[in-house]
């Protein structure tokens, strides 16, 4: 089976969000990059299938050039493949996003084409809950999403979805070709080696050129860091002279 | 009209819906916009008097011979029909599973933009919204057009409230036109959890272990611990991602939303999407060594200290105390 992943570069944030002067986003001049938890476990399971059925994973993300560190390391997790959707400027519109990555996909069905299309449940930045559905509501696929359990019958052409709820999971099950949009927990990622590493680093990404469909309907102005009250914690001591205050304390919430 | 998706369970509005429906309020208060609900299943026409409570005039109850479970597509193509018939102002969500899953299909049908999480509209001609991003750790002010405009409202942000002029709702049946690849995507089985003890989300209690605790077996003493205190027993990613403990324990923005009374995470350094899973607890009690740690400027209260040392007299002075 041929298996695609999507994934997005984000910043690798700490203990504190610093923005950019106009605000329009993360100042990343101290932070590395990354992609969504969700979006590693993606790729781990794409690769798990190719692994499986012989055939093979491909890792995709929609960015500028410097988005192809992520798809190096979705190579290092031993996908076979990867593609950049390059565009320039600032961070494109979910509908914009899900128009460039179904119409690739469209253009590559036609040829030898993706049994299956792996997505994250949301990006790690955004959060808009909608890139994967849209891509498969273009290609006239069936998706479904929330996923941390997931099984293919290459032989029934079926996949097995889960969707954990209150008290237990709904079972969903897909003709292939399909979409999935995933969560962390499906699998355990794989630990891309030093080896591996730097042979994705020579490895080359395919890149293709995108441009905006349309005028975006959903626009950033600007961001803001919440509110937070910090400062007020108070010390009940160092090591474990600590613990007649920690009792204290419980006894206080009463949760003891 | 602003039209609301309402979940429920037996009739029963979920929490997140009421919220949702709140916020519908306001959206069409600022819009001289009446309230309507778009509903699912059999039971579906019984939550009218409770949301009737919320503002809402009219309950639309979706109903079709081949819809007997949940069916993202269908669902999303109903509501899509229902934008068609009654051309609403807004269609407003709750911010979760289900919700986001209908809305981004009702959004790709029809071609419009969609905002998740949601917290507050300033409602023109297009929308001055501010929603979450990062799981609630950042806030973007955005720009959100359409001839409908879709939201969805970030969930246990709003709290929920009846509209003082609130009343019954009447309901209306809707029987959408399904085709046969609508149906394609339904739940085929639902399979019940053999999880034991106190659920991650619901417990009073719970006390956590992130990089700091260094192997498996030093969880061992947080277990005892939460034994000791009736609580439940949670992990930063890393300890996930070392192979300590599974997702299932992980607190945080791609893993479980907590809201304990005391929460006692030991050995985590307080990254904002660790802090994301924790925002609803009441205290935060954190353990670690480094005075400096984020943790501890986020916390109700703190021990300096390690963690190994710490905990095992915590345990013998609870045992001491409760005659465990
Ligand atoms: C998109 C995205 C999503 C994420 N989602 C999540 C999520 O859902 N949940 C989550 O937790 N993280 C998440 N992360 C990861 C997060 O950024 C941090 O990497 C992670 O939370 C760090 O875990 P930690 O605090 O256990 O480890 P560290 O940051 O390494 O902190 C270890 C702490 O232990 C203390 N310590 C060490 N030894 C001891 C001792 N003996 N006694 C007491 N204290 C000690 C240290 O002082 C330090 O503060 C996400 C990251 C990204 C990019
Ligand atoms: N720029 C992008 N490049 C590749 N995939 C993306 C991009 N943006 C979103 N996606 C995919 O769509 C999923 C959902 O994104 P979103 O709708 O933004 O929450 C992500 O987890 C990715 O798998």
Redesign the interface.
């Known amino acids: 089976m041929d298996v695609l992943a999507c994934l997005k570069r984000v910043p690798e944030?700490?203990?504190?969000?610093v923005l950019t002067e106009d605000q329009q986003d993360?100042d990343t001049t101290n932070l590395g990059f990354t992609m969504?938890?969700?979006e590693e476990c993606g790729i781990e399971e794409a690769v798990q299938i190719a692994e499986e059925t012989g055939g093979s994973a491909t890792a995709l993300t929609l960015g500028g050039e410097e988005a192809k560190e992520q798809v190096r390391t979705a190579l290092a997790m031993q996908a076979d493949d990867g593609v950049l959707l390059e565009k320039d400027g600032a961070e494109w519109?979910?509908?914009n996003v899900?128009a460039a990555i179904a119409n690739y996909i469209e253009d590559r069905m036609a040829e030898d084409g993706f049994d299956l299309l792996v997505f994250g449940n949301?990006s790690?930045?955004?959060?808009?809950?909608?890139v994967g559905?849209?891509v498969?509501?273009?290609l006239?696929l069936?998706?479904?999403?929330?996923i941390k359990d997931l099984e293919v019958n290459e032989e029934a052409g079926t996949v097995t979805a889960?969707?954990e709820?209150?008290?237990?999971?709904?079972?969903?099950?897909?003709?292939l070709p399909a979409v999935v949009a995933v969560?962390?927990?499906l699998n355990?990622p794989r630990y891309a080696s030093m080896r591996a590493r730097m042979r994705a680093r020579k490895q080359t990404v395919e890149s293709v050129p995108v441009e905006k469909e349309h005028e975006?309907?959903?626009?950033?102005?600007?961001?803001?860091?919440?509110e937070?009250d910090?400062?007020?914690?108070?010390?009940?001591?160092?090591?474990?002279e600590?613990?007649?205050e920690?009792?204290r304390?419980?006894r206080e919430?009463?949760?003891? | 009209m602003i039209l609301t998706f309402v979940e429920h369970e037996a009739g029963v509005p979920e929490d997140t819906t009421l919220e949702a429906l709140t916020f519908a309020r306001d959206v069409a208060d600022q819009t001289d916009s009446a309230i309507e609900a778009v509903v699912f299943g059999d039971e579906g026409p019984a939550v009218a008097d409770e949301v009737g409570a919320y503002g809402v005039g009219a309950v639309h109850a979706v109903s079709h011979p081949d819809l007997d479970t949940?069916a993202?597509?269908a669902w999303g193509e109903s509501v899509s029909q229902l934008v068609d018939e009654l051309s609403p102002e807004a269609v407003i969500a709750p911010g979760s599973?289900r919700g986001?899953?209908v809305?981004?299909?009702t959004?790709?049908?029809r071609?419009?933009?969609?905002?998740?999480?949601c917290l507050e509209v300033e409602a023109g001609d297009s929308y001055?919204l501010?929603r979450?991003?990062?799981?609630?750790?950042?806030?973007?002010?955005?720009?959100?057009?359409?001839e409908t405009k879709l939201l969805?409202a970030a969930p246990n942000e709003i709290s929920a409230e009846p509209a003082d002029d609130g009343g019954e709702a009447a309901v209306q049946e809707f029987e959408p036109d399904l085709e046969e690849?609508d149906l394609?995507?339904?739940?085929?089985?639902?399979?019940?959890?053999d999880e034991e003890g106190i659920?991650l989300g619901e417990a009073?209690?719970v006390v956590s272990g992130g990089r700091g605790v260094g192997s498996p077996e030093g969880f061992d003493k947080l277990e005892e611990l939460a034994d000791l205190?009736d609580?439940a027993i949670g992990s930063s990613?890393a300890a996930v991602n070392e192979?300590w403990r599974s997702?299932?324990d992980?607190i945080g923005?791609?893993?479980t939303k907590i809201s304990p009374?005391?929460y006692i995470p030991c050995g985590i350094?307080?990254?904002?999407?660790h802090m994301v899973g924790c925002k609803g607890a009441e205290?935060i009690?954190?353990i670690n060594t480094d005075p400096e740690?984020?943790i501890?400027?986020?916390?109700?209260?703190?021990?300096?200290?390690?963690l190994h040392?710490?905990v095992p007299?915590?345990n013998e002075?609870?045992r001491e105390?409760?005659g465990q």
């Open positions: 944030t700490g203990a504190k969000i993360i969504s938890p969700h519109d979910p509908q899900a949301e790690a930045d955004a959060g808009n809950y909608q559905v849209r498969a509501e273009q006239d069936p998706i479904v999403t929330s889960e969707r709820v209150g008290g237990g999971s709904e079972v969903y099950e897909l003709d969560k962390e927990g355990e975006a309907g959903l626009e950033k102005v600007r961001l803001e860091t919440p937070k910090e400062g007020t914690a108070e010390i009940l001591g160092e090591g474990p600590a613990v007649p920690i009792m304390v419980l919430l009463e949760v003891l | 949940y993202p597509e599973d986001h899953e809305l981004a299909h959004a790709a049908k071609d419009l933009a969609m905002a998740a999480n001055e501010t979450q991003r990062w799981g609630g750790t950042l806030l973007e002010h955005a720009r959100l057009s359409g969805s690849s394609r995507v339904q739940i085929s089985s639902i399979e019940e959890s659920p009073r209690t205190l609580a990613r192979g997702h299932d992980q923005q791609t893993g009374k005391l350094s307080g990254a904002v999407q205290n009690m954190a740690a984020a501890i400027q986020k916390a109700e209260y703190a021990v300096i200290g390690d040392e710490v007299e915590l002075a609870i105390e409760t």
